[in-house]
């Protein structure tokens, strides 16, 4: 059983019980989205939330069987996918959509944020983002390098995409604010924003057996980690799974004195 520490709810009328089923259903609801892109339902899933908290690994563990390989015979819908994690400018998005532009073809770009950062790539992914039955792409500007590669001035894509992002959509200024949110009507869009670091907390006790399996921890000393974490919220940074993974190590490398270590290592200085 998943330890699960007990918070006092007079700052918040949602009980523990409500907050655990409200994310749970979310991120119930990103493995369906993942599935059904998999299996061809779907062309485009825009999954936000606070990092650290789970996205990413819900959409690989849901692909995992593909990863690294084309399936191209099994009868399967899904044929290839690109895992995109880092910088990508606006020739380099288009010429990336454009090879994985056919049927079968998912491409998923995970904190991947400078494609947000121009008009050209917003645009890009307005269009391959987009509902509609037919989603032609172009790039009319003369390069160099597309014209090298072979790359066509415009095609139409077929394939199928998954952005990551930390970015909050509510919260946006300048050609962000005018294109994100219309790039986000033209797809599904699933928010996993938290709200405080007690709703963080019972997330992470939640799913605190699957965190901490590879340690072998006692109940008691799970939920001894996780009561330090709730005891110190305030103290972080920011409160994610991989701060519940720092104790655990801590704990296990240094019985004796893990507590002082991740006061010093982990927390704000008090100074």
Known sequence: MNKIIKFDNSTNNKTDEEIISYY??????LEIMVDSIKNGKHKSLIVQGDKGMGKTETVLNTLRPYENKEILSDGKFLKHF???????????????????????????????????????SLNILKAVTDTSRYRKVSWLKQNKELEKSGIPTSF????????????????????????????????YHIDIIYKSNR????????????????????????????????????????????????????RKQHEQHWQPLAEHTLLKSDI
Request: aromatic letters at 12%; proline letters at 1%; charged letters at 25%.
């Open 82 to 120: 690109d895992y995109i994690k880092g910088t990508l400018s606006a020739v380099e998005l288009y010429s990336l959509l454009y090879l994985n532009s056919d049927i079968g073809y998912l491409t998923i770009f995970d904190d991947c944020d400078s494609i947000f950062d121009t008009t050209e």
């Open 199 to 250: 709703e963080k907390i019972l997330r992470i006790g939640q799913i605190s057996d699957k965190i901490l399996k590879d340690y072998y921890f006692s109940d008691d000393t799970k939920n001894e980690l996780l009561t330090w974490l709730y005891d110190n919220q305030d103290k972080f940074t920011d409160i994610s799974i991989r701060s519940l993974v720092k104790l655990a190590e801590l």
């Open 156 to 187: 139409n894509f077929n394939g199928s995409v998954i952005i990551i992002t930390n970015s909050n959509f509510n919260n946006l200024r300048g050609n962000k604010a005018i294109h994100l949110p219309a790039m986000r009507e033209r797809s």
């Open 24 to 29: 749970q259903g979310k991120y119930n609801a």
